[in-house]
Each structure stands twice: as structure tokens, then as C-alpha cells.
């Protein structure tokens, strides 16, 4: 995108919770959730945006909404909303605008339809041996969120190759033509779902927004106990145990550290790592020494 001129930024929660402390860009294509806010109110979104949620809970009393196990999954339905809301601040930037939410798992949840294969593998090769990239994985839910849909279920099928090739046919050109990979270069695009309509702009009613704190003890007792009840123990907040994922995130990110600052890798034992609150406090540190600059940013 920005080769070709065009603009693109992750968004990501904040310094206990994001992905830059695993990936290959610079800073300069990130940015905190707080500013994919005030740049929605702005209509200043770039050409392509990527949302993070927060993958753990936060020392403000922000719930982990990454709706992986074992994370509150309506958490996640209200960061949605949140993400949907933003959008629908500006009525310029929602008639320019395509939300898409997805999955990159499906869940565990039962799907009898079989994996299909492609007719063609990729040209991306897999260090491990055997695997070509030429099948898909069981069917994971998508909602396609913009004033030219037409209300409804499309059968068509797509792929998560279908997100960049979407993002190049838009902004750079057919991705047969454009796209470095083969999958990319074959995966339909989601420009078929659009018409060429004057833009809706009417809304779902969803009711008044939560007040933030609201429910809370709800929230923190399990449906069968109750806090008199001997078994009874808090489900969510900053000292329930990091979930697998958190933890595999720290590991990685560890790994990362140990090769850019050993010295403060050295520091931190990742398998003494257990409660949530301990991997934001690890994350936070992580981030701030291998991106300075964000920290400096947004502090």
C-alpha cells in the first residue's frame, strides 16, 4: 500500500496488549485504539485499517474482547460495537467505509461441510515439507458491515486471502496482476457484495450504550454460583490465569526480546508468567524497550 502510495496502520489497544512487539514493521504503521477513534471522528482513517482488540484485561477495567477461550466472549460484542460506533461518527467516512469482522478460527464449533480443495496450491512455500497451501480449513464467520450491502447472507465462497486481495484490487489493481502470491492472485475479492447504490444510512437500534462498569458484578460471578457459594472464584479481572494464547504471545514475544535486548529478556522468566495481569505488566514492559518511540507517543 505504501509503495504504491497508499496509506495503512494497525490500531492496537495499548501498550499491555498488542501485536508490534512480534512483527517486522516499524512504529510508524501502528497506532493506539484511542487514535483510530479521534481519526474516525476526523474522516482521517488511512486506506486500509487493521483493529486490535485487547487480548488481555486491562489495568483501567477494560475486558480482554479478542473472544478467544477463555476471554468474555460479549467483551468482544461490545468492542465490535465500539469499532461500528466510531465509524458511524462520521457520515463522510461511513459512506467510504467497509468494516469487515472476522475470525481467524472457527472455533471448535461444528461444520458439515468438508474443507475443500483448491484447484491450485500457492507459490508461497511452507518450511515444512508436504503442505502447498492448496486446501482451506473448516468455514470461519465473516460480516461484511457498509452502506452499498444488501442485507442478507451471500453464499459466495471467500477465503482470508481474500482480505489483501480485496485491499490491492481496491487501491492497487487486479490482484492476478498486483498480488505476490498465487492464492492472493485467485482469491475472490469482496467488491461482489457491493451495489451501486445511493449509501444507506439508516442504523440498527441497539439500545443505549452500557454504562461503563455496569453489570460488573455480574459479570464476575459464573452463571451456577453465586459469591456465597464455596467454589465460588472471580472469573474475570487482572488475576485470573493468562489463557494459552496469552501465553504463547509472551513466549514469542520473549523470544524477540532475547534477540533485540538481552539484557532485559534476561531479567524476565516467561515461564513464571501465570495471571493476566502479570503478562500486561510483562507486554508493557516488552513494548515499551523494544518501541521506545510508542511509548514516547502516546504516554
Known sequence: MRDRGGSAKIYYYNLQSG?????????????????FVRDCRNNALPDYSFI?????????????????PDNFVLAGDQFIRNVYEAIRSSDELWRSTLLLIVWD????IFDHVSPPTLPYGDSFRSPMPGFNFDRLGVRVGAIVVSPYVTPGVSHA????????ATVTQQFIGPPDQ??????EQRAPTMQQLLINTA???DRPDFGPM????????????????????????PTFGPYRPASSLQLEHVREVHLLLALRKPKIARAVDPQGIATQREVAQFMRTALAALHPEMEDCHS
Open 178 to 183: 498486483h498480488a505476490p502470491y498465487r492464492r
Open 19 to 35: 501485536t508490534i512487539g512480534m512483527t517486522f514493521l516499524p512504529s510508524s504503521y501502528f497506532g493506539l485504539y484511542r487514535d
Open 157 to 164: 465462497l471467500f477465503e482470508h486471502a481474500s482480505i489483501p
Open 210 to 233: 452500557p454504562r461503563r462498569g455496569e453489570a460488573a458484578d455480574e459479570r464476575a460471578i459464573p452463571v451456577s454460583l453465586s459469591r456465597a457459594h464455596p467454589l465460588y472464584r
Open 199 to 201: 449509501p444507506r444510512m
Open 52 to 68: 486490535e482488540p485487547p487480548y488481555v484485561d486491562q489495568d483501567d477495567g477494560t475486558l480482554a474482547a479478542d473472544q478467544h
Open 105 to 108: 478460527e472457527h472455533g471448535g
